[in-house]
T-cell receptor
Framework: EAGVAQSPRYKIIEKRQSVAFWCNPI?????LYWYQQILGQGPKLLIQ????????DSQLPKDRFSAERLKGVDSTLKIQPAKLEDSAVYLC??????????????FGSGTRLTVV | DAKTTQPTSMDCAEGRAANLPCNHS???????VYWYRQIHSQGPQYIIH???NNETNEMASLIITEDRKSSTLILPHATLRDTAVYYC???????????FGTGTRLKVLA
């Protein structure tokens, strides 16, 4: 079974620029999550999709962050404009369903963003 | 906020059992305990989960106290490749969200 694919692996941008991250979840997984992980901290949930609808985006800084999941499969997370404090690893995860009890989420390897 | 507390770091000798504790005193009756680990530069990896009974799989064992207020993850024969940050998570029973804490940084020593 292929895992959760993310790209790019690394990205360096200047502050005030825009950036986009892409995620392809495991086939058949209805639920998709984006997490932000700042160095030395645990991952923090930014947004959760169920198919192509948003379930929870309470922690997403909506003035600069946006995300979409067209057709309920791939997803993109965008930051515009980026700030220095956005430097972090952005992790995508997927699961069969939000309430599925089992082997939990499958995470991708993440995109490491550095804002200079 | 995370519903769990874990020690910041632990060391373990290679080949010995690594016992990682976790406190979750506010856990509700239908909330599961999940353990993940994160090796440097990778995403978190699922290890094991449990509700009330002790659980074992090919990676680890999970011991949950009878009152469910704490648990211990056991890696029976730690190897250098087990060096990672280990997260204990109580999944929210209403939203099913995982809220990660800062985890335990386990270093396996040769």
């Amino acid at each position: 079974e292929a895992g959760v694919a993310q790209s790019p692996r690394y990205k360096i941008i200047e502050k005030r620029q825009s950036v986009a991250f892409w995620c392809n979840p495991i086939s058949g997984h209805a639920t998709l999550y984006w997490y932000q992980q700042i160095l030395g901290q645990g991952p923090k949930l930014l947004i959760q999709f169920q198919n192509n609808g948003v379930v929870d985006d309470s922690q997403l800084p909506k003035d600069r962050f946006s995300a979409e999941r067209l057709k309920g499969v791939d997803s993109t997370l965008k930051i515009q404009p980026a700030k220095l404090e956005d430097s972090a690893v952005y992790l995508c995860a997927s699961s069969l369903g939000a309430g599925t009890v089992g082997s939990g989420y499958t995470f991708g390897s993440g995109t490491r963003l550095t804002v200079v | 906020d995370a519903k769990t507390t874990q020690p910041t770091s632990m060391d373990c000798a290679e080949g010995r059992a690594a016992n990682l504790p976790c406190n979750h005193s506010t856990i509700s009756g239908n909330e599961y305990v999940y353990w993940y680990r994160q090796i440097h530069s990778q995403g978190p990896q699922y290890i094991i989960h449990g509700l009330k009974n002790n659980e074992t799989n090919e990676m680890a064992s999970l011991i949950i106290t009878e009152d469910r207020k704490s648990s211990t993850l056991i890696l029976p024969h730690a190897t250098l490749r087990d060096t990672a940050v280990y997260y204990c998570i109580v999944r929210d029973s209403g939203t099913y969200k995982y809220i990660f804490g800062t985890g335990t940084r386990l270093k396996v020593l040769a």
